[in-house]
């Protein structure tokens, strides 16, 4: 394979893109803490769900900030790398690229997971809300 100093900015546009799509998860997250937050100091004790969502969605943050530390991370080498390149130092630059690489990778495994953790959270919400309304049709 023929390495030049095109190869690392090849992922650039998947790696700004990568952030844009961390950045809308974390900002739609944000939002969602701020009004969780507002439910339960309004139930007080009655907002133990609430509670044990809000630990939820810290897990999450967390991930992401983690996923865009990578994804950040994993930009700066291509940069690098790319620096490397341009003065001729081929296997530092080689090196460094996957580096790069592996950080990005580790940054999809995070994504992969926080999305898991989301539709779990989900999927409980969602059989909550299928056994509220089977008892209402009881009643």
């Not at 030049?4 to 790696?15: D, H, K």
């Not at 004790?45 to 969502?53: A, D, H, M, V, W």
């Amino acid at each position: 394979m023929k390495f030049t100093l095109t190869t690392p900015a090849l992922i650039f546009s998947t790696i700004s893109l990568l952030l844009l799509a961390y950045t809308n998860r974390f900002s739609v997250l944000a939002n969602l803490i701020r009004n969780l937050h507002d439910r339960a100091k309004e139930q007080g004790e009655k907002g133990e769900i609430i509670t044990s969502q809000l630990k939820n969605l810290k897990r999450r943050v967390k991930l992401i900030r983690n996923m865009q530390f990578l994804a950040i991370l994993a930009l700066f080498f291509c940069v690098f790398s790319m620096f490397l390149l341009f003065f001729a130092k081929k296997t530092a630059g080689e090196i460094v690229f996957a580096i790069g690489l592996t950080s990005l990778m580790l940054s999809l495994l995070l994504s992969a997971i926080e999305i898991n953790i989301s539709v779990n959270a989900l999927n409980i919400q969602l059989s909550e809300s299928i056994e509220e309304q089977a008892e209402s049709t009881k009643n």
